[in-house]
């Protein structure tokens, strides 16, 4: 990473590792952490625009942990930015993708992305899903260009089945673009497709 860009320059660490998304509702899942290392705005990120979304905040801010390993412990660096752009905005997917390849430049190679949402499967309120794969039903692309991207290993299925270990489900999320709920046939559409969450209201049923 270079320490000019402004996840360096800002934090004083010469890269960090992980990065954390908070979702609507989970601005103080992390309190527990404690006063973070450094603090800056979102928008404060090359191409980041400030959260517009109730429950998300213009701010990102820098922790170290301590991680048990095979060879004892050792400490990373994890950015948690408190909120987020999304497509339903109407601004493209440019802003949307701008915060993830900020990170990957402060040299993140993993992400823990955290969002409310609805199930299309007979499930209980409140679950946590463990997110294993997608359907890009957005119509539109984080991409641009002639190079074509596999993107059959987005969701990191080691980290998947960490993750897993302490969630209640693991399944496909069914991306769509928002910010209308789908209706009641498109909801059943989409669990036929092979999703089992997506945008719908929780108390959508499945069938």
Same mark, same amino acid.
């Given at each position: ?82 909120? &987020? /752009? ?34 299309? &499967? ?7 899903? /463990? ?6 039903? /957005? ?27 302490? /969630? ?8 769509? &673009? ?30």
């Amino acid at each position: 990473m270079r320490p000019d860009l402004p996840c360096g320059r800002r934090t004083g660490a010469a890269r960090h590792d992980l990065l954390v998304v908070l979702g609507s509702g989970t601005d103080g899942a992390l309190e527990d952490w404690g006063e973070p290392l450094a603090a800056l705005p979102l928008s404060d990120l090359p191409g980041v625009a400030a959260p517009v979304a109730l429950g998300h905040a213009d701010l990102l801010t820098s922790h170290e942990r301590r991680v048990r390993t095979a060879d004892g412990e050792r400490a990373v660096r994890v950015l948690v930015a408190h909120g &987020r /752009t999304h497509l339903y905005e109407g601004r493209g997917s440019a802003p949307v993708v701008a915060l993830a390849r900020a990170a990957a430049a402060a040299g993140v190679r993993a992400a823990v992305l955290v969002n409310a949402n609805g199930c299309l &499967r007979d499930w209980c309120l409140g679950d946590v899903m /463990t997110v294993t794969d997608h359907l890009n039903l /957005t119509g539109a692309s984080p991409f641009d260009g002639t190079v074509f991207v596999d993107v059959r290993e987005v969701w990191d299925a080691v980290l998947a089945a960490a993750v897993g270990a302490v /969630t209640e489900r693991s399944g496909v999320y069914a991306a769509v &673009r928002g910010p209308e709920y789908q209706t009641m046939a498109e909801t059943r559409l989409l669990a036929v497709a092979g999703g089992d969450s997506s945008l719908s209201p929780p108390e959508f049923p499945s069938t």
